[in-house]
């Protein structure tokens, strides 16, 4: 039960940062218990400046993704998005739904740990699981998905209320490891097949990458010796992942540890977040 992978995930792919289903299962349940305690006492109707959804919606929508969870884990599929904007649809229409007394939700978010735990822990070693978009994920990353909603979505409730909230570097460098999986079923639709940028990323504890969006089309792998990226970009994982979401723009990701450090064209690394749809 330690290592579930080392370099090379169940799709093929080669991951940006290892990890294990104990380090998992053991930031899943730190993860939760702060979203609990969190979403206990917030203010139900504030929302945090950019976001639609109130606290109470936030809550809510935690649960509809942990009902997704469920019903794998029962042989049961859920609705998965075909595009980047039907998740949107998706979610809201599943949120207004879901709605309910909080601590209503919070108690059923509670009843279904011990079944995600037990679905997470099943997983066999080569599950490959389709993801939203046409998205396909190793179980590992599907585990990840649901630490990533819990830590992004305590931090949206506590920027609501506007509270304190720290995220470990190392919970934000697993969250990378999947946005950088499955940001190429999030290419934006504006982005046109002239369009040519390949970005190499210096994330500390991490394999050096790439994400290299042409034809079409867009790559994010391991760096090669051969590669010639347009620009080169260094930043903590906390940075990058919320840049790449469109949580923060380019002027905030340099006050937060953004650096260009080097590339034949690096004024093309500016263009990089445009090429994704924001999640």
Not at 28 to 53: C, K, M, N, S, V
Not at 153 to 180: F, G, K, N, T
Request: glycine share 4%; charged share 25%; hydrophobic share 45%.
């Amino acid at each position: 039960m330690g290592v579930w992978e080392y370099g090379m995930n169940d799709t093929g792919y080669i991951a940006l940062v290892d990890t294990s289903r104990d380090e998992l299962r053991e930031r899943i349940d730190e993860a939760r218990q702060r979203f609990y305690r969190l979403a206990r006492t917030a203010d139900p109707q504030a929302r945090r400046r950019g976001l639609d959804w109130s606290v109470h919606q936030v809550i809510a929508h935690v649960l509809c993704v942990a009902r997704r969870y469920e019903a794998l884990a029962e042989g049961r599929d859920f609705r998965r998005a075909r595009y980047p904007r039907e998740l949107d649809q998706i979610n809201q229409e599943e949120m207004v739904a879901a709605m309910a007394p909080i601590p209503d939700l919070l108690d059923e978010l509670s009843a279904l740990e011990p079944v995600m735990d037990a679905f997470f822990d099943g997983l066999p070693d080569d599950y490959v699981g389709e993801f939203h978009c046409g998205a396909m994920v190793s179980g590992v990353v599907a585990q990840i998905n649901w630490l990533f909603d819990l830590i992004l979505h305590a931090e949206d409730i506590a920027q609501s209320v506007d509270v304190p909230w720290e995220i470990q570097e190392r919970d934000m460098l697993l969250l990378l490891r999947e946005v950088l999986e499955v940001a190429p079923a999030y290419l934006s639709a504006a982005v046109t097949p002239t369009t040519n940028i390949c970005v190499a990323l210096q994330i500390p504890d991490a394999r050096p990458y790439v994400v290299h969006v042409h034809d079409d089309i867009a790559e994010s792998r391991p760096r090669r010796p051969d590669d010639r990226p347009d620009a080169v970009l260094k930043a903590p994982a906390s940075t990058m992942v919320r840049l790449l979401l469109q949580r923060i723009g380019p002027v905030t990701a340099a006050l937060h540890g953004l650096r260009i450090v080097g590339g034949r064209r690096p004024w093309k690394a500016l263009r990089l977040q445009s090429c994704f749809e924001p999640a």
